[in-house]
């Protein structure tokens, strides 16, 4: 069974400062893994995400993510942060079992302050 | 396009009383399924389907059953309502390959009174 474990619930910093959300993940097989933001009263929205290969990940809003094995990590930074990547994050893991269901962690709320 | 729509988008039930949350994707989509969001718990996985005319219990199915009712339509219904059942429900789709990404609704925010 897999698992993942957000650290922290909110993270309140200011614009133009750098932010890291912290996901960590338990399973016996390979994993792949995710983030999805949340904008307030919308669904959740794919971010990024690691399958195979490079361990550094992008989106195309500057965000960018990094598979640690020997960790068990997916840490999500920015090194400078707009009032508009005020949401919620997930974290995610996924691995076949009939089909790809995620697990998903607690969520942290990124507030970013003026 | 409109990716996976959901209805309706809020709705208030007396506690005992049932309904229906419908779902459809118009992305040919395999697999579906049924979250609920509430605070400090993230999403849960109530049920889900791998295929059509499949469908399996997730984490938290009491109280719940559903219906892949074609390729596009994934129903969840609620027998009977209880206040426990208050949440967001975000129902969600993706293909059956490696890596694919959900594709979810925006939400249908219910509160049992």
């Known amino acids: 069974a897999q698992s993942v474990t957000q650290l922290d619930s909110q993270v309140p910093v200011f614009e133009e400062a750098p932010v890291e959300l912290r996901c960590n993940y338990s399973?016996?097989?390979?994993?792949?893994l995710f983030w999805y933001v949340q904008y307030p009263n919308q669904g959740l929205q794919l971010l990024l995400k690691?399958?195979?290969?490079?361990?550094l990940v992008e989106s195309i809003n500057g965000f960018e993510a990094e598979f640690n094995k020997s960790q068990t990590s997916f840490h999500l930074r920015k090194p400078s942060v707009h009032i508009s990547d005020t949401a919620e994050y997930f974290c995610a893991v996924s691995a076949f079992s009939g089909t790809y269901k995620y697990i998903f962690g607690t969520g942290t709320r990124l507030k970013v302050l003026a | 396009n409109a990716g996976v729509t959901q209805t309706p988008k809020f709705q208030v039930l007396k506690t005992g009383q049932s309904m229906t949350l419908q779902c459809a994707q118009d992305m040919n989509h395999n697999s579906m399924y049924w979250y609920r969001q509430d605070p400090g718990m993230g999403l849960r996985l109530i049920y889900y389907?791998?295929?059509?005319?499949?469908?399996d219990k997730g984490e938290v199915p009491n109280g719940y059953n559903v219906s892949r009712l074609n390729k596009r339509e994934f129903s969840l219904r609620l027998e009977s309502a209880a206040p426990s059942q208050t949440s967001v429900y975000f129902c969600a789709s993706s293909p059956t390959t490696v890596g694919a990404g959900y594709t979810f609704g925006s939400g249908t925010r219910l509160t049992v009174v």
């Open positions: 399973s016996s097989v390979s994993v792949y």
């Open positions: 690691y399958l195979s290969g490079s361990t």
């Open positions: 389907s791998a295929s059509e005319g499949t469908t």
